[in-house]
């Protein structure tokens, strides 16, 4: 019984925390993205080459953005998908549509919530990622787990 517990209390923390990165306002979401990007690539870029300019900088940050923000989608998603699996599985349900499907309405439900967030947009393509995400973690799960 406490496990049940504990995986949906740690499911819906993480439903909130995904919330709380779709609540926040375009530009700030974007100065998260590219402060990571400046404080990795733009560090590891600097290793091999000592000086780059400013330029050479923002250059980096623009190549590296959509791929990290995707990246970041794909992330957020697997974890989820990891999550409800192992809930699901703990109140006997193996059908792993339903679990497919309980992370795609909440990827749609996250696109819809950013429709009203200044500056974000819903966007389907966003949805497929996500859903790709939570599918991939949810399969390699179903390969490693007997059901």
């Known amino acids: 019984m406490i496990k049940k517990i504990i995986l949906v209390t740690l499911t819906i923390l993480w439903m909130i925390i995904i919330f709380a990165f779709s609540n926040q306002k375009a530009k700030v979401s974007t100065g998260y993205s590219d402060s990571f990007i400046n404080k990795t690539i733009v560090n590891i870029y600097k290793i091999f080459n000592s000086n780059p300019t400013e330029e050479e900088q923002n250059d980096i940050i623009e190549t590296f953005t959509l791929p990290i923000r995707k990246l970041a989608h794909i992330t957020e998603y697997f974890i989820l998908g990891i999550l409800v699996?192992?809930?699901l599985k703990e109140f006997n349900c193996r059908n792993i549509y339903i679990i497919i499907l309980i992370c795609?309405?909440?990827?749609?439900?996250?696109?819809?919530?950013?429709?009203?967030?200044?500056?974000?947009?819903?966007?389907?393509?966003?949805?497929?990622?996500?859903?790709?995400?939570?599918?991939?973690?949810?399969?390699?799960?179903?390969?490693?787990?007997k059901f």
Not at 106 to 113: F, G, K, L, R
């Open 104 to 145: 795609f309405l909440y990827a749609v439900s996250d696109e819809v919530h950013q429709l009203f967030i200044p500056g974000r947009s819903g966007s389907f393509i966003d949805v497929l990622i996500d859903s790709f995400g939570s599918t991939l973690s949810v399969l390699l799960l179903k390969c490693k787990i």
């Open 85 to 87: 699996f192992l809930t």
